[in-house]
Antibody, heavy 121, light 109 residues
Framework: EVQLLESGGGSVQPGGSLRLSCTAS????????MNWVRQAPGKGLEWVST????????YYADSVKGRFTVSRDNSENTLYLQVNTLRAEDTAIYYC??????????????WGQGTLVTVSS | EIVLTQSPGTLSLSPGERATLSCRAS???????LAWYQQKPGQAPRVLIY???SRATGIPDRFSGSGSGTDFTLTISRLEPEDFAVYYC??????????FGGGTEVEIK
């Protein structure tokens, strides 16, 4: 059974940083691209970032480029999102989602339950 | 950037009725790489349809997807009580960014 478990969310002041983690099990982690998607309170889904299966390619939404960094440790079956210089508009539930393929070109076939990031002074 | 516009914003229907949800893209979606997701309150999204018309594993056959190019449709043939939720389309043929539509809420009339 595929499982994705996010952690690392919390409450932080504007300008602060967090490191989100997503621990995966139930599939061969190193074979699939992984993604971060966020959802602000009461709003729709927003794609944040994608990393290819081997970690060699990364992609970001313009809204987070230069502030967020995605990475993965295939030996630990873990996906990360380093979020820096946080703004109020980054407040959201952050979901990790498994890609259907090794590259970015796949839909998201499994999702974690999300971790909440709140940015407020 | 491909913008996805979903309509209607809210669909008020009764159990047993047919639901037709629309997703229109601002430009052609490469290889019809269009997925549909369902999200219930307090839950993560789950994939229903990928490649515009292929049902994901375990999805009941009352859910069907159709369309190509810029116009796509999700149809729920007969609404069950558990189908009342928010539905999102997503294109995964062009990056960046991968884009989601704004969502359609299917509510009980």
């Amino acid at each position: 059974e595929v499982q994705l478990l996010e952690s690392g969310g919390g409450s932080v002041q504007p300008g602060g940083s967090l490191r989100l983690s997503c621990t995966a099990s139930g599939f061969t982690f190193s074979n699939y691209a992984m993604n971060w998607v966020r959802q602000a309170p009461g709003k729709g889904l927003e794609w944040v970032s994608t990393i290819s299966a081997n970690g060699g390619s990364t992609y970001y939404a313009d809204s987070v480029k230069g502030r967020f960094t995605v990475s993965r440790d295939n030996s630990e079956n873990t996906l990360y999102l380093q979020v820096n210089t946080l703004r109020a508009e980054d407040t959201a539930i952050y979901y990790c989602a498994k890609g259907f393929r090794s590259s970015w070109r796949g839909f998201f076939d499994y999702w974690g339950q999300g971790t909440l990031v709140t940015v407020s002074s | 950037e491909i913008v996805l516009t979903q309509s209607p914003g809210t669909l008020s229907l009764s159990p047993g009725e047919r639901a037709t949800l629309s997703c229109r893209a601002s430009q052609s979606v490469s290889s019809n790489y269009l997925a549909w997701y369902q999200q219930k309150p307090g839950q993560a999204p789950r994939v229903l349809i990928y490649g515009a018309s292929s049902r994901a594993t375990g999805i009941p056959d009352r859910f069907s997807g159709s369309g190509s190019g810029t116009d796509f449709t999700l149809t729920i043939s007969r609404l069950e009580p558990e189908d009342f939720a928010v539905y999102y389309c997503q294109q995964y043929g062009s990056l960046p960014p991968l884009t989601f539509g704004g969502g359609t809420e299917v509510e009980i009339k």
